[in-house]
């Protein structure tokens, strides 16, 4: 890696990704690391229920296809974890259980596998689920300026058999990280040069603190085929770094002030989808739990949704623990879509969206999205 100069030094950060990883999980598990300050922007949005909807429950359908690749519902395994033997047992099951149910599913972080290719295993969910349809890698897009190149990526992409990647966009996590990686500068051109040459669709994907006006005009002129807006409101790293900082440290104390800093998961939904048009995918994610905040995020302009938390506490318990959740999940999606009389997706994207506190007026229909 670009700022680890021997090979003590490299492997004391090898070490220091895998203990950091675990420690994630522990967090991200027990901890209370759940974004303070503005909340997803979802909660208290309804849609518009139709008492006489003129459709059978069991003739909706929620397939949607993304990236090309079909899918039984608009919803993903948000990217958690890898690069450890727990973090595989986790990768395993979430796998498995979106392959059971149809959806697709983005990997953690794979840093951790290009510093020390040994723990691709714990990436490799394929062997485990070769039926998943949709897999998406990932690699925080600041490593571009810490000697990972095209090279690296595409082994990373190549070697889980992904078929897109999420770059990942963490500036408030790594300035809050104790260790973190905070050369930004110059990433847009990295951007432009590597992009076009990964060899599958590329993703922006924020980490918790949501997608501005200012950043979706520079995703825009990028090649990018999508965003992932992870607004605030779900677990916020900058927490989860505050907690692994020395106590009485400023990241320590920085982390927690800053824990809800950013743009919410409705918010940057509507920015994304204006910023980027109809051509491009916007999945919202972002405190995202249940089947309303998925069609709430659907007609406000989302794709899709994705999800981490839940999944990863279902996941701690058993692969059956996370086929619930996610089973569930789609029902609901379902019952919601048949009660405001939609029979498919883009049914679904076409209902108003009662902003909260709001009777009628205050409605978000097609036209307002645009």
């Known amino acids: 890696m670009g700022n680890v100069a021997t090979t003590s030094g490299i492997e004391s950060a090898r070490e220091l990704i895998s203990t950091r990883k675990d420690h994630h999980l522990d967090l991200c598990l027990r901890a209370d690391v759940g974004s303070r300050g503005p909340a997803t922007g979802l909660g208290g949005w309804t849609l518009e229920y139709d008492a006489l909807p003129e459709v059978d429950l069991e003739d909706v359908d929620l397939?949607?296809?993304?990236?090309?690749?079909?899918?039984?519902?608009?919803?993903?395994?948000?990217?958690?974890?890898g690069g450890t033997d727990r973090a595989?047992?986790?990768?395993r099951r979430l796998a498995r259980a979106a392959a059971r149910?149809?959806?697709g599913m983005a990997l953690g972080s794979q840093r951790a596998m290009i510093v020390r290719p040994e723990l691709g295993?714990?990436?490799?969910?394929r062997a485990s689920a070769p039926e998943l349809p949709l897999l998406i890698a990932n690699v925080g897009a600041v490593q571009l300026n810490y000697g990972v190149?095209?090279?690296?990526?595409?082994?990373?992409?190549?070697?889980?058999?992904a078929d897109a990647i999420d770059v990942h966009l963490n500036a408030l996590q790594e300035a809050i990280q104790p260790e973190g990686d905070t050369r930004f500068k110059g990433l847009i051109a990295r951007l432009e040069g590597t992009l076009p040459e990964l060899g599958v669709p590329a993703i922006a994907k924020e980490v918790g603190a949501g997608i501005s006006e200012r950043a979706a005009r520079k995703i825009a002129r990028l090649p990018f085929a999508g965003v992932e807006v992870a607004g605030t409101g779900g677990t916020s790293w900058a927490r989860v770094e505050s907690h692994r900082a020395p106590a009485a440290s400023m990241q320590a104390e920085v982390g927690e002030r800053l824990a809800?800093?950013?743009?919410?998961?409705?918010?940057?939904?509507?920015?994304?989808?204006?910023?980027?048009?109809?051509?491009?995918?916007?999945?919202a994610s972002g405190g995202v739990r249940h089947g309303m905040d998925v069609a709430v995020a659907i007609a406000l302009g989302a794709d899709a949704a994705a999800l981490a938390k839940p999944l990863l506490a279902a996941a701690d318990e058993s692969e059956d623990a996370v086929v619930r959740v996610l089973e569930t999940l789609i029902f609901e999606l379902k019952v919601i879509a048949f009660c405001c009389g939609a029979r498919d997706v883009a049914e679904l994207r076409a209902v108003r969206a009662i902003a909260p506190g709001a009777a009628m007026p205050g409605v978000v229909d097609a036209e307002a999205r645009q």
């Open 121 to 125: 295993a714990t990436f490799d969910v």
């Open 101 to 103: 149910c149809g959806l």
């Open 260 to 283: 809800g800093f950013g743009v919410s998961t409705a918010e940057s939904v509507r920015i994304c989808r204006r910023a980027l048009g109809d051509a491009r995918t916007v999945i």
């Open 63 to 81: 397939s949607v296809t993304l990236f090309g690749k079909k899918l039984r519902a608009p919803i993903l395994v948000g990217a958690m974890t």
């Open 149 to 161: 190149g095209t090279s690296e990526i595409r082994s990373a992409i190549e070697r889980v058999g």
């Open 88 to 91: 595989g047992l986790v990768n």
